[in-house]
Structures are given as C-alpha cells and as structure tokens.
C-alpha cells in the first residue's frame, strides 16, 4: 500500500487549455473526494464518489469541471477551458468510512 | 458565517511549551472531528479524530471537543519544531459525505 498517488505533482497550462488529473486512492478505499485548496485557506469540497457513483459535488464544480471513477478504482478530474482563477492546489484523498481521509500528495495547477 | 472557523495565528511557542489550538464549528448537528496537519508545500495529514465530548488523547496530542459550545480544541504537549506546521480543523455535518475546513492555524515552535 503506496497511499494515495496523485499525477502530475505540478501542471503549468495556458488560459483557455484543458487539464486532466488523476488519483489512485489506497486500494481497499471505496469513498473517493477531491478538493481544492489555495493559499492560506483549508481544502474545499469538490466531489465524491463512492465506488463508481458520483454522489455529490459542490456548486464549486461549474460546468467545466468534470470527474470520473469508471471502475470504482482510480478517478481522473478534467478541467475545460482553463482559467487563472482555477489555478491552486488539488488534493484526492480516499477513505473506507467517514473516519477521516488520507489525503495524496496533490496536483498543483497553475494557469498563466 | 464559515462552517469551521480557526483562529490564523500565527501562533508561536517555544520548545517544550503546549500548544493550544482552537476551532469553533456552525454546524451543530455535527459528529464527526478532525484535526489535520499540513507542512508548507505539502497535502494535510490526520492526526486526531474525535466523536464524543471530552478529551481524546494519542501521544503528545489531545483532542478536546465540546458540543454544547460547539468547540474543539487541539493540545499539544512537549512542543518540538518539527510541529511546526498549519493545522487544519476540519467537521463532518450530519449530513453528506465532505468535510468542512477550518483556514488552518499556523504554529511556529521555537527552538
């Protein structure tokens, strides 16, 4: 068990280009989340899944955003049409209860 | 109102002393306590939960929860530097699966 692994670490994008994140969460985790966190504020929610169902997602998460978990095992977030704004940290992280998560190591986004 | 409040700091102590962290939560109906540490450039990492009122202790850390006040608290004892870090106060409503998020409490241990 490696923990939750994010890719990419760091993802440098132009205005107006799409990204795509991945996570694989710890194997026997079947809740998966993603949040975003920027400077000097704690992670927002963005989404969960729980095995292969999206069961909730944040007003935070406009139409540009998307993400998947297709087979209840690693999940990937597309961002369309970058903007500056999206630019921050975005954290996965994985649980097998609501006990608390562990978190990945993040994907830091940065669009210019 | 945000649903975690905590206060920024930062807080400085020197080594050895106790650290005393604070978060206030909105929610009331709330059961479920984290509290997260977070190194400068790296993601948040459990170190306590707590479910009930009282204290919850784990090695040089103690949790403290109040419902009625709707407070938790985080105490650490023996402060090292290698505590230094942002600790992050996050609830679990009573209802749906996110965590709320305090700003997180910048704790400088000094040596």
């Known amino acids: 068990d490696t923990g939750v692994s994010q890719n990419p670490r760091h993802k440098i994008t132009k205005r107006g280009q799409n990204v795509t994140f991945r996570c694989d969460p710890i194997?026997?985790?079947?809740?998966l989340y993603w949040y975003r966190q920027t400077l000097g504020q704690g992670p927002e929610f963005l989404t969960y899944?729980?095995?292969?169902?999206?069961?909730?997602k944040s007003r935070l998460l406009s139409d540009r955003f998307s993400a998947e978990r297709p087979k209840g095992s690693f999940s990937t977030l597309e961002i369309q049409r970058t903007e500056q704004g999206d630019s921050a940290m975005y954290l996965c992280a994985s649980s097998l209860d609501t006990n608390g998560y562990t978190f990945g190591s993040g994907t830091r986004l940065t669009v210019v | 109102q945000k649903e975690v409040e905590q206060n920024s700091g930062p807080l400085s102590v020197p080594e050895g002393a106790i650290a005393s962290l604070n978060c206030t939560y909105s929610?009331?109906?709330?059961?479920?306590f984290f509290w997260y540490r977070q190194y400068s450039g790296k993601s948040p990492e459990l170190i306590m939960s707590?479910?009930?009122?009282g204290d919850k202790e784990d090695g040089r850390f103690t949790a403290q929860l109040n419902k009625a006040s709707q407070y938790v608290s985080l105490l650490i004892r023996d402060s090292q530097p290698s505590d230094s870090a942002t600790y992050l106060c996050?609830?679990?409503?009573?209802?749906?699966?996110?965590?709320?998020f305090g700003t997180g409490t910048s704790l400088t241990v000094i040596p």
């Open positions: 929610d009331r109906g709330s059961q479920s």
């Open positions: 707590i479910y009930s009122n």
């Open positions: 194997s026997e985790h079947n809740r």
């Open positions: 899944f729980q095995n292969e169902a999206q069961l909730e």
């Open positions: 996050a609830v679990k409503p009573n209802t749906g699966n996110q965590f709320y």
